[in-house]
């Protein structure tokens, strides 16, 4: 399955916990609601973020050529101390901390300050917003089974 499926399936299920996240905002008040819903946009900004860089990871380690040797069918050779030895890839410090990366974590640090500046973060809110990303990726992963 591709990446973009994945994420329309985790996003919708995202979305349906967020449901019953406002409802039950609607009880806590409007500081809780605002709080959840700008932490579940960041969140799902952060999400996004995180797998494009580790698709561009990925797709610029099959790019290098390294893998190209290896033969679906003459896999006799072919072990784990091999691999170790000869393919050690080292995830450098900026690879790791990409743009995509920085700027979602800037984002969400600025509607954080700014939701503190204005007195209208709701701690119990904002931890809330990111509950639904975590529940949704967790139900996609054990509904896979």
């Given at each position: ?45 952060v999400l996004?973020?995180t797998l ?58 600025g509607c ?34």
């Amino acid at each position: 399955m591709s990446f973009k499926f994945e994420f329309i399936k985790v996003a919708k299920k995202c979305f349906l916990i967020d449901i019953f996240l406002l409802i039950g905002g609607a009880i806590l008040g409007l500081n809780f609601v605002l709080s959840s819903q700008i932490s579940l946009i960041c969140s799902i900004f952060v999400l996004v973020a995180t797998l494009k860089t580790y698709e561009n990871l990925v797709e610029n380690e099959l790019r290098s050529g390294k893998f190209d040797a290896i033969d679906d069918q003459n896999t006799d050779n072919f072990t784990d101390e091999n691999t170790q030895k000869k393919n050690v890839s080292k995830v450098s410090f900026v690879k790791f901390f990409s743009f995509y990366k920085l700027a979602a974590y800037v984002f969400m640090f600025g509607c954080f300050y700014a939701l503190l500046k204005f007195h209208l973060l709701s701690g119990i809110g904002f931890l809330a917003g990111i509950f639904p990303i975590v529940f949704a990726l967790f139900w996609s992963l054990l509904s896979k089974k």
